[in-house]
């Protein structure tokens, strides 16, 4: 095939995965998300799928039989057994605004900078051989196709441009956004699409080989018993077979959770933990899919080429050995898909551990570079991301062109699997004990790290000649027990497993032994608590923080307004101060802010950053172990422990507070009660000596004519409504009152409430001539509730709104939006007005109790009193804002669980 076809097919291919993002960027947009879905995110995840498992696994099967299945063994398992593992970590990054595996290390072991830029580190050693291993696969599948050698010449080579393209490619789709927390729906989109793509692609050239080729399984198996190594690839050796399916499917799934990319898919990028649920059935069935045709594709090529033939290029050698040149392009496609699907993603995770870990707060460090920070921070972020995606994906092409010729796909690709399981210990020990310490997960990494570059890299520098074989025969220093492949004497075991269980069992021991061994700062035991307790945590955890310090409000609002604009920073603001009860019109800033405030920093810049920058504004005083016990005192962590020692201790005390309490409130309720009784009964009487006056007119006048009569009768069914409705109520507000009310939890379509209660209080807009006008967020999240209680809340602020709004003028404006974890909806009338005296006294029924010269507005009646305890029993607020003469906002906010 001619090399300017095939490069025109493969930026038509990226052209169309441009277009497939760029139209999912546009549909977020106008609030239609393809990526909240359930499928799409599960298809993410096959992103896992590389190259590697395209070309590689056939590869593999050729030489090593059934052992490539362990690495699709390792996820199927995450997914049906690693379920709480990996919630509790989507949770822990949602929470803490995390974006990385390295600032999820960083955040849990005290925000330490160290921790993050050697992760940071680690990702770079796996991720860039990585992307290498995917530009040799598109560069072989391209010679291949089209019959040219290699080129050593940048301008020449084919895959200088593929890379050019994706630079642009992975620049423009992971840089939109200077919050790493934000989503990357398009790229989801394009890699969900060609996950799609391979796998067809794949199962094509199955089943062409399989049942084209071949009359099916049982054919190709039966050939095969004259190829040599036929049936050893197809048995599970008794000695060593065992340990090495054991060890290296624990190290496909170790590498499953911490792979750069497959955080990026399943942890940042996942929009609701529920999506696992899909994910547990549907991504091991794409497993099953894939490489489902591996087994009878490496034995027929075997059969036809022979066995010294290059078997990880035989999914595409065959249909070129028959003429096939459609599917050969086809299986081109997928593997292109394949391996650009994994440099995209592993790119865009790997750039913002580098932005955030080791150029920001290098940056950050030096005045010079501080104050050109400051003048424009979102834009400074987007170029150092874009220069750290262009220098990723350059130091990938590197390695292809200078080092990876002598390696095949797999040994490049479990040599990465290697190192990235080095975060096991600190992840997992960082989500379940509470002891580990930032020294401990720094030896532990530092460790695993060295034993890996000792038993993987040191062999590949003998390999290539740099370094002598003498340490592979002699051992290190001529110490016998120090050879690469026979760690500790250790003999029976492949390479990959020996380095696994060495570098994990080095880097557990000194995990567990430096953390035992070493103190905690107060900041790591906080960190440590929410971690491990998050799902304790996770609904209020702005009130479990450690901070002591000083910092102005205004600093904190200008540090934030420079990333999220004013408009922005103001509404986010506002919500958490109304949220938490925090007042925000002080000099100095509460706590909780401050953390807060660090908190949606670290979603654009990292942890260390976030900290950095809240530090330059901030007076931060160092805060003893004591003092952090004590504050956790208060966030419920020990409280359980010392209740029943705080009980006896404070017994007589509370007490007599309690009496004292109890008589006031006794007094305080039996006025309140006499004012609530005058009121209802002043407005009882009201409709009865209307009902009474008009019935002894009837009764005492038999001649009135029919349409006066038919008048007095309609005005007293409409003051018998009206008494039922008050008598209705009080009944209904002595039953919150007296805690009768249960609240039904139910899942409910809030969209659905509002339809409702537009269509009930249509008529009475149109009588009035009153317009209504809704902007209401078509992706609300279904929330947990009682609908019938929720409507009856919308129908009383609509007639309210209708009853007064100016008749044949008066615009009622709805709005319902989710902000920051929070369902918000607003009725905007342009009424009156309600001046502010009031407004503190409408949702109260025993409004008199409070000042006898100021009466409640009128026609306001127990309405708004009942809707203000149907939202508390939700967990919400409700309140008004207004301006006489400038109309009326009546507000209510329900957290989204």
């Known amino acids: 095939m001619n090399s300017y076809i095939l490069g025109l097919i493969s930026i038509y291919y990226l052209a169309f995965l441009?277009?497939?993002?760029?139209?999912?960027?546009?549909?977020?947009?106008?609030?239609?998300?393809?990526?909240?879905?359930?499928?799409?995110?599960?298809?993410?995840?096959?992103?896992?799928?590389t190259a590697w498992t395209f070309y590689g696994s056939v590869g593999r099967a050729s030489t090593d039989g059934l052992d490539f299945l362990t690495v699709y063994i390792g996820p199927t398992i995450v997914m049906f057994l690693a379920f709480p593992i990996l919630r509790k970590i989507i949770r822990i990054c949602k929470n803490q605004r995390l974006t990385s595996i390295a600032d999820f290390i960083s955040s849990r072991y005290g925000k330490n900078r160290s921790l993050g830029v050697l992760v940071t580190v680690i990702c770079l050693l796996s991720g860039i051989p990585y992307i290498a291993l995917q530009l040799k696969a598109i560069s072989n599948s391209f010679g291949i196709l089209t019959k040219n050698v290699v080129n050593n010449n940048f301008w020449a080579d084919h895959t200088f441009y593929i890379v050019i393209l994706l630079i642009l490619f992975t620049i423009l789709f992971g840089?939109?956004?200077v919050e790493a927390t934000e989503k990357h729906e398009g790229m989801v989109t394009a890699i969900a699409v060609e996950s799609i793509i391979k796998l067809i692609a794949f199962l094509s050239i199955g089943i062409y080989v399989t049942y084209w080729l071949f009359d099916g399984f049982d054919d190709i198996f039966?050939?095969?018993?004259?190829?040599?190594?036929?049936?050893?690839?197809?048995?599970?050796?008794?000695?060593?077979?065992?340990?090495?399916?054991?060890?290296?499917?624990?190290?496909?799934?170790?590498?499953?959770?911490?792979?750069p990319r497959q955080f990026q898919v399943a942890v940042v990028e996942n929009v609701d933990e529920k999506y696992i649920s899909r994910a547990m059935w549907l991504?091991?069935?794409?497993?099953?899919?894939?490489?489902?045709?591996?087994?009878?594709?490496?034995?027929?090529?075997?059969?036809?080429?022979?066995?010294?033939?290059?078997?990880?290029?035989?999914?595409?050698?065959?249909p070129l050995n028959f003429s096939s040149e459609l599917l050969a392009i086809l299986t081109y496609i997928g593997g292109f898909s394949a391996a650009t699907g994994m440099i995209i993603v592993e790119t865009i995770a790997i750039s913002v551990m580098v932005s955030n870990n080791l150029l920001m707060p290098t940056f950050l460090g030096v005045s010079a570079f501080k104050e050109f920070i400051n003048k424009n921070p979102s834009r400074f972020i987007q170029y150092i991301r874009r220069l750290a995606i262009a220098l990723i994906i350059s130091l990938g092409y590197f390695y292809y062109k200078f080092i990876t010729e002598k390696y095949s796909l797999v040994s490049i690709g479990m040599t990465a699997f290697v190192v990235v399981a080095q975060f096991a210990p600190s992840v997992l020990g960082g989500i379940f004990w509470?002891?580990?310490?930032?020294?401990?997960?720094?030896?532990?990494?530092v460790g695993g790290t060295?034993?890996?570059f000792f038993t993987l890299i040191i062999p590949s520098f003998v390999s290539s000649g740099v370094i002598s074989e003498q340490?592979?025969?002699?051992?290190?220093?001529?110490?016998?027990?120090?050879?690469?492949?026979?760690?500790?004497?250790?003999v029976g075991m492949d390479n990959i497993a020996h380095a696994t269980f060495w570098t994990l069992f080095i880097n557990s021991i000194l995990y567990v032994f430096g953390s035992l061994f070493t103190k905690q700062t107060s900041i790591e035991h906080n960190q440590a608590v929410l971690f491990v307790d998050v799902f304790q945590y996770s609904k209020g955890i702005e009130n479990s923080v450690i901070w002591k310090g000083k910092a102005l409000v205004s600093d904190i609002k200008t540090l934030l307004e420079s990333f999220l604009g004013a408009g922005r920073t103001e509404r986010i603001v506002r919500v958490f101060a109304t949220r938490n009860n925090i007042n925000l019109d002080t000099r100095y800033a509460d706590a909780r802010f401050v953390n807060y405030a660090e908190k949606l920093l670290s979603g654009i810049v990292g942890t260390a950053s976030a900290r950095m920058m809240v530090s330059s504004v901030a007076k931060e005083e160092e805060i003893s172990l004591n003092e952090v016990v004590e504050i956790l005192k208060k966030s419920q962590e020990l409280m359980a422990v010392n209740k029943e020692l705080k009980q006896k201790s404070n017994e007589l005390k509370l007490l007599t507070e309690q009496l004292q309490s109890a008589n006031e409130q006794l007094k305080l309720t039996d006025k309140l009660k006499d004012d609530?009784?005058?009121t209802v009964t002043h407005e009882i009487r009201t409709p009865l000596t209307s009902i009474k006056a008009l019935s002894e007119i009837l009764y005492d006048n038999e001649d009135i004519e029919h349409e006066e009569r038919q008048h007095f009768l309609n005005t007293i069914i409409k003051e018998s409504d009206r008494l039922s409705r008050l008598i209705n109520q009080v009944l209904d507000l002595e039953k919150f009152e007296s805690g009768k009310v249960r609240i039904v939890q139910e899942s409910i379509n809030f969209q659905e409430i509002i339809n409702d209660s537009l269509d009930s209080i249509e008529q009475l807009a149109k009588e009035k001539g009153v317009k209504i006008k809704t902007v209401i967020d078509k992706n609300l999240p279904k929330l947990i509730g009682d609908r019938d209680r929720l409507m009856q809340v919308i129908l009383n602020l609509l007639s309210n709104a209708v009853k007064f709004t100016e008749a044949n003028k008066g615009l009622i404006t709805i709005t319902a939006y989710n902000e920051e974890n929070n369902l918000l909806f607003n009725v905007i009338d342009d009424g009156a007005g309600i001046a502010k005296e009031y407004q503190e006294l409408i949702f109260d029924k025993f409004y008199q109790a409070h000042d006898q010269t100021i009466k409640k507005p009128k026609g306001s009646g127990l309405g708004l009193a009942i809707s203000k305890r149907i939202i508390e029993l939700h967990n919400g607020k409700i309140w008004v804002e207004s301006e006489v003469g400038k109309g009326t906002k009546f507000s209510f906010s329900i957290p989204i669980n």
């Open 18 to 49: 441009f277009l497939v993002a760029y139209r999912a960027e546009q549909k977020s947009k106008n609030d239609k998300s393809i990526v909240s879905n359930p499928n799409i995110y599960a298809l993410s995840l096959a992103v896992y799928c």
């Open 222 to 259: 039966l050939k095969a018993k004259n190829l040599p190594s036929a049936q050893n690839n197809l048995i599970i050796e008794k000695n060593t077979g065992l340990s090495m399916w054991f060890w290296h499917t624990f190290l496909a799934t170790m590498a499953f959770i911490f792979l």
């Open 450 to 452: 060295v034993v890996w």
């Open 676 to 678: 609530f009784l005058a």
């Open 175 to 177: 840089t939109r956004n």
């Open 434 to 445: 509470k002891r580990g310490t930032q020294k401990g997960a720094m030896a532990g990494l």
């Open 471 to 490: 340490i592979m025969t002699e051992g290190l220093f001529g110490i016998s027990l120090l050879k690469p492949f026979e760690l500790f004497g250790m």
């Open 283 to 318: 991504f091991p069935l794409y497993m099953l899919l894939i490489n489902i045709f591996v087994l009878p594709i490496t034995l027929a090529g075997g059969i036809i080429f022979g066995e010294k033939a290059n078997s990880d290029m035989f999914v595409l050698s065959i």
